[in-house]
């Protein structure tokens, strides 16, 4: 079963809006933590925001905010001002259980945000 | 302070070779990961070094191993490479909860 669902293949924003880009995930393990990256052309992953499934409150790292809603499993991440360096493809991942050393990350499939003017 | 820095960045081989990848994580990082990543999808985990060993693995085969030094850097060896083995490989490293950090990738051609 997919564990991190990414329903937007694509999405457009003009410039200085905000945009959502929604994650949904599935895990039977209370501790979790739900990340998402960005990922431009060059290939590299650019974590941009975490969220544990005990935090109190949602994520936050300045324009990039994680609207976390624990009972509909969704982590949806929000750009607000959007710029057009922030074209690149998305990704939301997963890691479960919080045990030492252990880092395995399950990622969705993406979501291509391209930014207009 | 280095980020995680993988070598090469491209590489092309012929099918039924062998190739290595290496990986220096970022400093204060003791554990790292790899991914492939196909054209197109999202990033698919291999396996997972800590302490010189291999913690944790995906469903990759035995085709696909590894090795962590006491510097805390890492090799990925792939024999007998196939075409569908063509891919971004990507290593991460982290300290702990708060994220992964990854490299620039290698981008591996089968030819």
């Known amino acids: 079963a997919q564990k991190i669902t990414q329903t937007q293949p694509g999405m457009f924003v003009q410039e200085k809006e905000a945009v959502t880009l929604d994650c949904t995930y599935d895990?039977?393990?209370?501790?979790?933590?739900l990340f998402w990256y960005k990922q431009p052309s060059s290939g590299e992953m650019i974590f941009l925001i975490y969220q544990g499934s005990y935090d109190q409150q949602n994520a936050t790292e300045g324009r990039y905010s994680l609207n976390f809603q624990k009972a509909r499993k969704s982590a949806n991440l929000v750009i607000s001002a959007s710029q057009l360096g922030d074209s690149a493809m998305y990704f939301c991942?997963?890691?479960?259980?919080?045990?030492?050393?252990?880092?395995?990350?399950?990622f969705g499939t993406g979501t291509q945000l391209k930014v207009e003017l | 302070d280095a980020g995680v820095t993988q070598s090469p960045t491209h590489l092309i081989k012929t099918r039924g070779q062998q190739v290595t990848l290496r990986c220096s994580p970022k400093?204060?990082?003791?554990?790292v990961s790899w991914y492939q990543q196909a054209l197109g999808q999202g990033p698919q985990f291999i396996f997972q070094?800590?302490?010189?060993?291999?913690?944790q693995r995906g469903n990759f085969p035995d085709r696909f191993s590894g090795h962590q030094f006491p510097n805390y850097s890492s090799e990925l060896n792939v024999n007998a490479l196939l075409l569908g083995d063509s891919a971004l490989y990507l290593c991460?490293?982290?300290?702990?909860?708060?994220?992964?950090?990854f490299g620039q990738g290698t981008r591996l051609t089968v030819v």
């Open positions: 400093s204060g990082h003791d554990t």
């Open positions: 070094y800590y302490e010189e060993e291999e913690r």
């Open positions: 991942a997963m890691r479960e259980g919080f045990t030492g050393g252990g880092n395995k990350l399950t």
């Open positions: 991460a490293s982290s300290p702990d909860r708060v994220g992964a950090f």
């Open positions: 895990t039977s393990d209370p501790s979790y933590g």
